[in-house]
């Protein structure tokens, strides 16, 4: 019969079916290459290509049954239409050197060349495919569904099952590696908005709250005089009331409430009236917890306790924010007050300052699994309140004390991070 066909459209045919060979080769490459996530974006936004893209990646095992079915009976009349001609050309001794031939033209241009293309370009190749693979894959449907009957019965010999796949789940990890490696597609600053949303476990409000010793409240012991200014000088809506000591709290008072208040009597009485229940949360709740208990109750101020009882501090809702979008209402003298630049490599820091927050603005890598304060960590480290004069070098920042009292460090001189991390750290 070959000799009956003419050479030119034998070569014709050859040239077609190596042609169909590739585009099955970078098709099914191109389909495995697909981001998932692009892709479903892409099918909710009405793009035909994408929805049935989706549809058939659903099982993959389909698919690529179509695809080698179609590819290997593709390259095995390829293989007997090399041998009839040449047959035609040279004899027997030529089919030797036609199966050589197409072998290396099957790689290079039926599978390298399209494959390396559709692995660079997975969407290029993979929606027009779609289109032609999805009608095809129902009227093959089953031819397919017997080859992969044999195939996933073979994997059920070797313990591999096919349901057990989960292509679409991504952990806080792969998510927080995404939102790095999206470059210029995302600002650097909404890039440390998502990050910060993601580690909301790993913070807690022992993290953010402000510390016991550091609260500023009304003590409805004090005279009216003395009331009215703590009022006066806050720059907070709502402010912890007590008797004597924090520990004693009795509520929280909300300033706007004092309109109807005359300015000029702040009586005792008049202001516990006022009061809001407090509300307490343990030390080492979450803060994407604390977020959806706030947002639930309806309130914006909650009280640290330890397991006895006792007040550790107060956790806002605007600290939690802070720690998704950076500080935004940060007094700024506050701020001096903490940190002093002292020389061209160094910082006058206070001992009351918070590491978080130093990591934050100075972009420092200080360890912030336990204490919480830089007086907190250095105590830590070294056992014991230590001398002014006192160095040691904490992940590799070296640290001079500065001052000091009784029973805390006042101040030290931090200095930038050298190139040998301590043994400290």
Not at 272 to 281: I, R, S, T
Not at 352 to 379: C, D, F, S
């Amino acid at each position: 019969m070959g000799d009956d066909v003419p050479l030119g459209a034998l070569l014709g045919l050859l040239m077609f079916l190596l042609l169909l060979s590739a585009a099955f080769s970078g098709s099914e490459t191109a389909l495995m290459s697909l981001n998932r996530y692009q892709l479903r974006h892409k099918a909710r936004q009405g793009h035909r290509g994408a929805r049935l893209a989706e549809r058939l990646l659903q099982r993959p095992d389909r698919v690529i049954g179509l695809i080698l079915l179609g590819n290997n009976l593709v390259n095995f009349s390829a293989a007997s239409l090399v041998a009839v001609i040449a047959l035609k050309l040279g004899g027997e001794p030529a089919v030797a050197l036609g199966a050589v031939a197409l072998t290396l033209i099957v790689l290079i241009f039926s599978e390298a060349t399209p494959k390396t293309s559709a692995a660079l370009n997975p969407e290029r190749w993979a929606f027009p495919a779609a289109l032609i693979y999805y009608p095809l894959l129902k009227i093959a449907y089953p031819i397919v569904w017997l080859i992969n009957a044999c195939s996933n019965g073979v994997l059920f010999l070797f313990g591999v099952r096919t349901d057990d796949a989960e292509l679409d789940s991504l952990t806080r990890d792969e998510l927080r590696t995404l939102v790095h490696e999206a470059g210029s597609r995302i600002s650097s600053r909404y890039q440390q908005m998502l990050i910060s949303i993601l580690d909301l476990e790993k913070v807690t409000v022992d993290d953010v709250m402000v510390p016991h010793n550091e609260i500023i409240g009304i003590d409805l012991n004090d005279d009216p005089q003395e009331v009215e200014k703590v009022i006066d000088a806050s720059q907070h809506t709502r402010l912890p009331v007590y008797r004597d000591t924090i520990d004693n709290v009795l509520g929280v008072l909300h300033l706007r409430k004092l309109a109807n208040l005359a300015k000029q009597s702040f009586d005792a009485d008049d202001l516990e009236k006022l009061l809001e229940e407090p509300y307490f949360v343990p030390e080492g709740t979450p803060l994407s917890t604390q977020l959806v208990q706030f947002q639930r109750r309806r309130l914006r101020i909650a009280l640290v306790v330890d397991e006895y009882g006792d007040i550790q501090g107060i956790c806002t809702l605007e600290d939690i924010l802070e720690e998704i979008v950076g500080e935004f209402t940060t007094d700024p003298s506050d701020e001096d007050d903490e940190i002093v630049r002292d020389s061209a490599n160094t910082w006058l820091v206070d001992g009351t300052a918070n590491i978080r927050e130093l990591n934050r603005t100075q972009q420092w890598t200080l360890p912030t699994g336990g204490p919480k304060t830089i007086n907190g960590l250095i105590v830590e480290r070294l056992e014991t309140i230590p001398e002014p004069t006192t160095c040691l070098k904490i992940n590799g920042y070296p640290i001079e004390i500065v001052a000091t009292d009784d029973n805390r460090i006042r101040t030290v001189r931090i200095g930038s991070r050298v190139a040998e991390v301590a043994v400290e750290s």
